[in-house]
């Protein structure tokens, strides 16, 4: 029967390949041998590490103990160098046969997609980098302006008019008052309008924590499956949150997809969850027992746009970008604590 799937090896566009337990590959498809660019002889005999880009050999080899141990690997992403020096990326699924010591394994070329991704950050980060310097503009503009403005009114203030005997002059006076009043009531106004409409003109809906995470936990259910992350869910004492339907299931789904990543691989991922009334205050707390950070050396940098801390295959440096500016843009703040190899929690506090 085998002889029949020998085409599907042989032709198959995306790079197949079996490996040992030793960790040399055992058969490559010409696929793979094309993308790389070494013979097959040349790819089968040094180890499989040796072909992996530097950065990514140490989170590779954590990956590949799991496989040791029967756990399938889904969703892996890492960079080759291919025997022209050029660096790849690609996208693994893996399956551990323990009987046999061997790994099957299939792999997609997916540095385009990087690339593309890459470039659409960048300008995510330029537009971004302008739509905060024109919000500093106005408020600077507005701000500068209402000092000379209010200088202006106390100026016409210290002018005694009842010692001003020409009509004309009187009038003029009464104009410029009256002038720069309107002009220091219309910056107020506008100033005012500008922080309503920056804060946010989307429309609330009173949001269902439960129905959100199950609805978010469902589309991404394989993922969770794969991951064997169990949930402590508590949403007892506040079940319902005045907020913006997709922005709670990005902050859902960003969370969850975070957790994963950086799951600890050593460790069973626990993700609890809950939420409460603190001080008035409706209040959504996020933890997991993961990799976490060095709260003093990146804790500054967590909600920036861009900004890696673990080197993991898929991130982007975008998803607490977007939890961020989510939340604050309806009038909430987030509070994130995490120690290294103990967890991240993430604090919600919504606009009352």
């Not at 590959?25 to 005999?45: C, H, M, Y």
């Not at 889904?74 to 010591?101: C, M, Q």
Request: charged share 25%; with cysteine.
């Amino acid at each position: 029967m085998d002889h029949y799937l020998d085409p599907f090896f042989e032709l198959s566009m995306d790079c197949l390949c079996i490996a040992n337990f030793e960790g040399y590959f055992v058969k490559i498809n010409p696929a793979f041998v094309e993308l790389l660019g070494f013979s097959e002889t040349e790819l089968r005999s040094k180890l499989i590490s040796d072909f992996i880009y530097d950065e990514d050999k140490k989170r590779t080899a954590s990956y590949r103990s799991n496989l040791k141990q029967n756990k399938p690997l889904i969703n892996f992403e890492n960079r080759y160098v291919t025997k022209s020096g050029a660096i790849i990326w690609l996208h693994w699924t893996a399956i551990p046969v323990e009987k046999d010591k061997l790994v099957y394994a299939i792999a997609k070329d997916i540095t385009h997609k990087k690339e593309l991704e890459n470039e659409r950050i960048s300008h995510l980060s330029k537009l971004s980098e302008v739509n905060e310097k024109l919000k500093q503009l106005n408020y600077t503009t507005s701000h500068d302006l209402r000092s000379p403005v209010n200088n202006l009114i106390s100026l016409v203030d210290l002018i005694d008019l009842s010692k001003v005997e020409d009509p004309e002059t009187l009038k003029m006076l009464n104009y410029i008052k009256v002038s720069a009043e309107g002009l220091n009531d219309s910056l107020n106004t506008y100033v005012e309008a500008f922080k309503q409409k920056n804060i946010s003109n989307e429309t609330l809906d009173l949001v269902n924590f439960n129905a959100i995470f199950n609805k978010v936990s469902h589309s991404i259910s394989t993922l969770i499956q794969k991951s064997g992350a169990q949930f402590e869910i508590d949403f007892s004492v506040l079940e319902n949150v005045p907020f913006n339907p997709a922005y709670m299931e990005s902050i859902f789904l960003n969370f969850i997809t975070n957790s994963i990543k950086y799951a600890r691989p050593e460790v069973p991922l626990i993700i609890s969850i809950t939420s409460n009334n603190l001080y008035g205050k409706p209040t959504f707390k996020y933890s997991d027992n993961g990799l976490g950070f060095d709260m003093e050396k990146v804790g500054h940098l967590i909600f920036k746009l861009n900004q890696r801390f673990h080197g993991n295959e898929d991130s982007k440096g975008v998803g607490l970008y977007l939890v961020y500016n989510h939340v604050t843009s309806l009038g909430g703040s987030i509070h994130v604590d995490s120690k290294i190899n103990h967890g991240t929690t993430f604090t919600i506090s919504f606009n009352s």
